[in-house]
């Protein structure tokens, strides 16, 4: 049996209105943890755990017009 990976739901929002979790800076991404909990990044964070984001996330919502690094880009 492969083990698969599971992803988590990802949104696009309007607008966020949080505090990143780590230095304060506007969010950019939340997210829903599958243990339980949430967090806010702000974009430089939020690509910089994007691989431990999406290991752990059951839901992702990011601001509408920020390019995530978890999320493909289209060539």
Do not use: K
Not at 2 to 21: E, H, Q
Not at 28 to 45: D, E, I, N, P, Q
Not at 50 to 68: H, P
């Amino acid at each position: 049996m492969v083990p698969g990976v599971l992803l988590p739901l990802l949104l696009v929002v309007p607008d966020l209105t949080d505090r990143c979790d780590s230095c304060a800076a506007a969010a950019r991404l939340t997210v829903t943890l599958r243990a339980g909990g949430s967090l806010a990044f702000c974009g430089h964070h939020a690509n910089r755990y994007a691989d431990v984001i999406l290991r752990t996330a059951a839901q992702v919502s990011t601001e509408d017009g920020f390019v995530w690094r978890g999320i493909p880009q289209p060539s």
